[in-house]
Every structure is written in structure tokens, then in C-alpha cells.
DNA sequence: AACCGATATGTTTACAAATACATAACGCTT
DNA sequence: AAGCGTTATGTATTTGTAAACATATCGGTT
């Protein structure tokens, strides 16, 4: 079984910082609302998120993600409205790719 | 400066076989006639470069890459004629997937 | 038969990335 | 002030990948 895939991101400064995984980083952010919870959902080290919630806010114009230690719940983290809009911008992109390899991907005689 | 990044691969049964790397070694392959020559272009040991050739021959229906040794010139290699099919396929699908993230990058408000 | 330049293959070393572990800091609640 | 759950950060360990090194193999030329 052969497969056609495509992937895409956003690079900063020739940096990737934007791509599928942060991008389901942010999704389980805002479902969870902790990044500890988020990471262990993805089957990521907690170090690793956390460092990839840092290149995200700070390769964009807006903070992506707010964090916030102690309190009530002991802290938290949340997604920002801004970072609402990339995502939604992110996944319209993706429907866009998909599409491409949909039809692209039956004139490939190699896939057979 | 922020770049809109986009890259197409084949996978088959789950792994990857045929993207970037592969393309651009057949190419220097075609170039050289050689795979070791070929590798040391590409900056790549000859181990891994042959290991690749191993799985771009082992996934094709025909082989791509025909490898001599012994012989007038110690032996050499060479992109077989189906080989140039799937470079040229993969060549269009390539500008196809181009003119995709330059249309799109476009209408991304987060490229700012 | 000896030589040559390329492929073929195994072993070792080096490096990078991810994880694991440990601990501190924070701020609300009680 | 003590406890709690989360963020924040440093260090050590593991893991996986790539390169480096060494050697064997092949087949034509001389």
C-alpha cells in the first residue's frame, strides 16, 4: 500500500515553529487547559511542550498560548484569541492540501 | 522573516521511501554514474546513501537504480529508464504543490 | 596474477535529541 | 503557615541517528 503525503509548516527566521505538532499542542491546551495534562495527552515530555509553547510566543506578533503558575488550580495554561484565529487559519490550509493530494495523487503512476 | 514551508513524500506501509532526499540523490546519481560520487555531493555517508538506494529498489515494482561492481571503471550506477518516469512525475507534483503555498501564503494573516 | 576503483558490509565512535529525574517557584485555599 | 497542583528549570540518562573507520568483494585492465 502506497501513500501520497504532504505536510506543511511555517518557518521563523529558517526556524520551524508553526507545524502538525504544535498545532495539536494547541488544541489539547485549550481542551485541557494545562500544558502538563496536553503534553502527557500527546505522549510528550513536559519539557518539550513547554519549550515549544516559548518558540511560538515568540515568533508571533500576539502571545499563543498564557501561562499561568499558582493559584487556585495551582496554575494553568489557555490558548489566546489570536492563536484561535492561526488555528482555524492552519486547518483551512490543511483542507487545501488534502484536497491537492486527492487529486493529484490519483495521476501518480508510482503509487501503484 | 517568516516562510510558508510545504514538503510531499510516498510512503509505503507506513514508511517513507520516496521524497527530497531520494529525488535529489537519483539526480546526482544520473549526474555522477556513480554512487559514491553521488554521495559525497550530497554531503551523505555512502552507507546511507546505499541504504536508500536498497529501499527505493525494494518498493518499486521495477528498480530504479541499477548498481555494477567490478569492471572497467570498478563499477558505477545508474538510474533506470522507469527511475526517470518517477523523477519527472515527481518534478511536476513538486511546481503543482509550489504554486499551492504561493497562492496560499498569501491569504495567511500569520506570515506578518 | 597484480592492480584499480567502485560497490558491499560490519564495527565502532560521535553527536543530537528526547526522556527521565529532581527540585524550585508560584499563588490561591484552608 | 502549611498544602496543593501547576509552571519553571537544571542535570543526568537513555536512545536513535549519522558519520567514521576498516575490510571484503567484484570484474575488467595491464
Known amino acids: 500500500m502506497k501513500q501520497l503525503k504532504i505536510k506543511c509548516w511555517i518557518e521563523a527566521d529558517g526556524e520551524k515553529y508553526?507545524?502538525?505538532g504544535p498545532h495539536e499542542l494547541l488544541k489539547?491546551?485549550?481542551k485541557e487547559g494545562s500544558l502538563s495534562k496536553a503534553a502527557e495527552k500527546m505522549h510528550m515530555s513536559?519539557?518539550?511542550a513547554w519549550a515549544m509553547v516559548q518558540r511560538l510566543n515568540q515568533f508571533s506578533e500576539e502571545a499563543l498560548v498564557i501561562l499561568k503558575k499558582g493559584g487556585q488550580h495551582g496554575?494553568?495554561?489557555e490558548?489566546?484569541?489570536y492563536?484561535?484565529?492561526i488555528m482555524k487559519e492552519y486547518d483551512t490550509l490543511q483542507l487545501k492540501v488534502k484536497q491537492l493530494i486527492d487529486?493529484?495523487?490519483k495521476l501518480l503512476k508510482f503509487l501503484k
Chains 1, 2 share one sequence.
Open 79 to 81: 490558548v489566546s484569541p
Open 46 to 48: 513536559y519539557k518539550k
Open 83 to 85: 492563536a484561535l484565529e
Open 103 to 105: 487529486q493529484e495523487g
Open 28 to 30: 489539547q491546551i485549550q
Open 75 to 77: 496554575g494553568g495554561a
Open 18 to 20: 508553526y507545524g502538525p
